[in-house]
């Protein structure tokens, strides 16, 4: 291992000081680039208590070799060099793999999981294959664009505070309907998006922490809270939730949870 890194750093370093044109600087690059991607399977490029939960939350389910590049992703002077180049969007999460760098949660988990098995998807010809992509599609487009919005309504109307607090209130009526659809969309028995614990459950748990994601009062939502509940208690789940330092908002979810069931069982 030590070897093919001393490698990669001197066609790097050679990279720098020999080429003539930029082409074949570049080429150099890519070599460096996929020497450096053997070393370990995957990296990922990650913020903690991030949309980067979700990729995270695979790989450690999945067991596969990765590492972690750490950097706050709100300070642009921690952004490595390398960020523009593998997501133009300067956004993560990124994963680096064989084939190239990916960005998209969605997409990263889809890539992930149908590499390694797809014991996390249903499979092809399973009857609930469609539900996972309706979910996964559902997930992307209507939920986290209204979680965007919660974290920065500066972006929409720059320098409007007024509009910003209309825009908050309307996207959390939004949040709220987003959740009824996934509370009743839950599967009864198992409280997953497709019949099984899926690529779908990791996008959503790893979002539904966050209390600007989601409704005021989560006791309208007991599917969830059992499908929340369930995800956190994983081990993968606990490694993440303790690297990203949020096993306290996974604890308000536990607890929110036990509340639920004993209110159940009052009714019942
Ligand atoms: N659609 C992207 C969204 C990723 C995203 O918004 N990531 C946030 C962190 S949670 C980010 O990088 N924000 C930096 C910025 O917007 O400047 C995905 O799901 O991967």
Not at 108 to 113: F, K, P, R, S, T
Not at 119 to 127: A, D, R
Not at 135 to 143: N, P
Not at 221 to 236: H, V
Request: aromatic fraction near 10%; hydrophobic fraction near 40%; charge should be neutral.
């Amino acid at each position: 291992m030590n070897v093919i890194f001393w490698q990669s750093v001197y066609i790097l370093n050679a990279g720098f000081t020999h080429c003539v044109t930029r082409h074949r600087w570049l080429k150099q690059q890519v070599t460096c680039f996929r020497l450096i991607v053997r070393l370990f399977m995957y990296t990922l490029y990650a913020s903690k208590n991030t949309y980067s939960m979700s990729a995270h939350l695979l790989l450690e389910e999945l067991q596969v070799d990765y590492q972690i590049t750490w950097f706050d992703i709100k300070n642009v002077d921690e952004h490595p060099g390398t960020l523009k180049t593998i997501n133009p969007n300067l956004k993560v999460p990124v994963i680096i793999t064989t084939d190239g760098p990916i960005y998209e949660s969605a997409a990263i988990l889809v890539y992930l999981a149908e590499k390694h098995g797809s014991q996390f998807m249903p499979g092809i010809n399973n009857s609930r294959r469609g539900q996972l992509w309706q979910w996964q599609f559902y997930l992307m487009s209507t939920l986290q664009p209204e979680v965007l919005n919660q974290f920065h309504p500066e972006r929409y109307l720059p320098g409007d505070l007024e509009n910003q607090q209309t825009l908050l209130a309307s996207s959390r009526l939004k949040l709220e309907q987003i959740w009824q659809t996934i509370e009743n969309g839950l599967d009864g028995r198992q409280h997953n998006f497709c019949g099984q614990y899926s690529i779908c459950d990791m996008l959503f748990a790893m979002q539904a922490l966050w209390t600007e994601s989601r409704p005021d009062n989560l006791q309208r939502y007991p599917n969830i809270l059992e499908n929340l509940n369930a995800i956190y208690s994983r081990t993968a789940a606990k490694t993440v939730l303790r690297e990203h330092n949020v096993e306290n908002l996974a604890m308000l979810i536990h607890h929110q949870c036990t509340q639920s069931r004993r209110h159940r069982e009052i009714m019942r």
